[in-house]
């Protein structure tokens, strides 16, 4: 039961992605102006910023791992250890 409960929360498509990275935006941008209220200067600017940077950061991850795969990775990061760089038939 737990298990099915808990397949309700994984993100599958790129449409649930970004909603997710939508609510995640919406809630930094939120507690950006309170510290831009709580801590007035470059202090509040800095934590704003922060706080909109880790969305970039997160929604950048969840847009990666809800890529199709064609088989045809585009960085050698993406590669597992051993495998060949396939080159763009172009």
Known sequence: MLRGI???FTIKTRFEAML??????LGAVERGAHYRQLYPGLGGW?????CTGAVFLAGAK???TTRPD???R???SDLEHGQ???KSPN
């Open 6 to 8: 808990g397949r309700l």
């Open 20 to 25: 997710v990275i939508y609510a995640l935006a």
């Open 46 to 50: 800095l934590l704003s910023l922060a």
């Open 62 to 64: 969840l847009m990666e």
């Open 70 to 72: 064609s088989k045809q």
């Open 74 to 76: 585009r960085r050698r």
């Open 84 to 86: 060949e760089l396939v």
